[in-house]
């Protein structure tokens, strides 16, 4: 398995758990800033499925 078909499930994994921390802490009542982590989370995902595409295509053809 090439480094970005590994990298999409580990980064959609972090995200999830950063995602779910923050939930938690916003439920207890902590006032944090909120970050965007979802969306940086589909950010990350979307680029490395564009170079795992790019790989795929060109350089291993």
């Given at each position: 398995?090439?480094?970005f078909?590994?990298?999409i499930p580990a980064a959609g994994a972090l995200g999830a758990k950063l995602?779910?921390?923050q939930k938690r802490?916003?439920?207890a009542g902590e006032?944090?800033?909120e970050k965007?982590?979802?969306a940086v989370t589909m950010g990350v995902i979307v680029l490395?499925?564009?170079?795992?595409v790019v790989?795929?295509?060109v350089v291993t053809s």
């Open positions: 398995m090439c480094m078909c590994a990298a995602n779910a921390e802490r916003r439920a006032r944090k800033s965007p982590i979802a490395l499925a564009a170079g795992s790989v795929h295509t």
